[in-house]
Nanobody
């Protein structure tokens, strides 16, 4: 069974950092573009970042640019989202997804979704 599993969420104070991980089970991430989305309480889903299959091309939403870094380790089958200088407005459930291509920071042609990991930024 093909699955994506996110981890690394939690409660952090404003200005703090977290690293989210996205792991694949039952298939390899090597040939996939990977996107991160988030859904804040009471809001719609928002694309956060996208990385191409080689990991050489990365894209970010303006709201996270300069604070978040997406990376891909094909050898380990992992994708990461390093989140620094976190703000209360970053509070959301974060999801990773495999897809056909990145159009800027949003991935299209999604084939698999993870179940998400909750990030809460609060003092």
């Amino acid at each position: 069974q093909e699955q994506l599993v996110e981890s690394g969420g939690g409660l952090v104070q404003p200005g703090g950092s977290l690293r989210l991980s996205c792991a694949a089970s039952g298939f390899s991430l090597d040939s996939w573009n990977i996107g991160w989305f988030r859904r804040a309480p009471g809001k719609g889903r928002e694309g956060v970042s996208c990385i191409n299959e080689s990991g050489r091309e990365t894209y970010y939403a303006d709201s996270v640019k300069g604070r978040f870094t997406i990376s891909k380790d094909n050898g380990k089958g992992m994708v990461y989202l390093q989140m620094n200088s976190l703000k209360p407005e970053d509070t959301a459930v974060y999801y990773c997804a495999t897809g056909a291509f990145c159009t800027g920071h949003v991935i299209y042609g999604v084939t698999n979704w993870g179940k998400g990991t909750l990030v809460t930024v609060s003092s």
